[in-house]
């Protein structure tokens, strides 16, 4: 969107378009460079002071960036030339040269007047200082019950996700819960299809059944389901004509592998038929490798006379997708988990045990998730300024702190309204703030500063070509109009994304968005 909207000026002072395109990447680069910059600063930060989930997330962040901007100002720039050789793309009335957001809310843009900003700064500075004060009151009531409620990463509890055969509600879950507990509960819906498995082996011995049930319940295959695990033998058969499946797998077999006859042609003898249920992707060979594996070298090798596999998915989907619930409370003791366990099983059909998982943050863990919380905010804040000021300094290192303070503090403000919601709903609607939190709050931070550095980036081309009588106050209001359609259109397609993500994303995550939404909102404010 810089590029296009850099192109769009610069067609507009009577550039040829292919000259328009060359012109308009190389005015829109340092503001592309700035801003993903200072992303790449918060990722960094991060990966150095975040959870492993929230290294991820980094960690896919800034690659995604730099992969954009490769993209932006080499392929994008391709693309556009091949285009501008055809006598549509020479068609200057089909880029738009005359839409814009000014046009619409300020008439007069279209005689050259430019926003008033700064004149009317103390009307912006009395909404901005309402609502933050505001934010401030509301955090104060933290200590009182209202305000922020604080998450498990930063008080330390326990975690329990339980899935259920039978669809369940919220409702149902926290009448489970035991008595004196206090927590958390969501249920969302998963539609991950699961997975069963049809096995016949035929002259089993009783040894070799046990084995057979532990190597499919072993750790090399995900997602055993005990509960569906059936096992009955059949009536004895003559041999049969034709090979059987064995020897399809016999290419995969592993070193300490397979029985010296399981690779033969089927014989006859009593079949053993097995159906097991996996709530992980499994495959045939998956199956065949882990029966034929030997966890140890004294293990039992199994024979697998006439050994056929077949898989086939059961869809979770619509009616049948999974009830999964989510309980999130203060450090649970060990009989108040087996109570829980055993209330968890008395609903909808019982939990599906591959699916249910207990994990507990103690106190030391949640004092080193707050500290990192406030370190990475304050390293990152101090990071961007400096770069700025380097970036900046037109007048000197010193001059350049200017700009960087001046965006430090926007961030803050961005920032600040946004703690300031969460802690209005977390009194009224128990919203949580955890490590995903802080997390938004670092992306806004980084995502907030790109307008910025666009109005400062404009700024400074006008600083370098400043005409006698012209006040910063004036190059300030003019830089703003200038870029003020890039500034609502890259927030506004960055807005669609984030409220799509607000009403179908998942609801661990929703409050995330929420945070990146109205952050995003604030910031291009």
Known sequence: ????????????????????????????????????????????????????????????????????????????????????????????????????????????????????????????????????????????????????QAGIDFTGGTVVEAAFREPVTREQVVAALPEGVEATVSVARSEQPWYQVNIQVRDVSEAEKATIRERLAGSELRGFDPESYKAEEGEASAPASSASDTDKAATNAPANGPAENSDKPAAGGKPFNITAVYTSPVTEEDIRRALRTRPTPDATELSLKGLTVSVQQIPKTGDNAVSVAIIQSNQLQP?????????????????????????????????????????????????????????????????????????????????????????????????KVDSLFVTAALTILGFSVHDTIVVYDRIREHLHHRQRGDTFADLSDRSITQTFDRSINTSFTLLLVVAALVLLGGESIRLFNIALLVGVVVGTY
């Open 1 to 148: 969107i810089l590029i296009f909207e850099r192109l769009k000026e610069e067609l507009r002072a009577g550039r040829t378009v292919h000259a328009a395109v060359d012109a308009g990447f190389k005015r829109a680069f340092s503001s592309i460079l700035d801003s993903n910059v200072t992303t790449w600063i918060v990722s960094a930060i991060l990966i150095w002071l975040g959870a492993p989930i929230i290294k991820g997330f980094a960690i896919t962040l800034s690659v995604g960036v730099a992969v954009s901007m490769f993209t932006a100002i080499t392929v994008t720039r391709t693309l556009l030339h091949a285009v501008m050789s055809t006598s549509a793309g020479r068609n200057e009335r089909l880029y738009g040269l005359n839409v814009s957001w000014l046009n619409l809310f300020f008439p007069a843009h279209r005689q050259g007047a430019v926003l008033n900003v700064f004149g009317k700064r103390k009307i912006y500075f009395g909404i901005s200082i309402l609502l933050l004060v505001l934010s401030l009151v509301f955090v104060a009531l933290t200590p009182f019950g209202k305000g922020l």
């Open 335 to 431: 009989t108040q988990l087996e109570a829980l366990r055993a209330n968890l099983d008395k609903l909808g059909g019982g939990r599906v045990i591959p699916m249910y998982s207990e994990s507990s943050i103690g106190p030391s863990v949640a004092r080193e998730v707050t500290f990192n919380a406030f370190a990475s905010v304050f390293v990152a804040s101090l990071a961007i300024v400096i770069y700025l000021a380097f970036r900046f300094a037109i007048g000197g290192f010193v001059n350049g702190l200017k700009f960087g303070a001046g965006a430090v503090i926007a961030l803050i403000h961005d920032v600040g309204i946004t703690i300031g919601l969460f802690a209005l709903m977390g009194g009224v609607a128990g919203w």
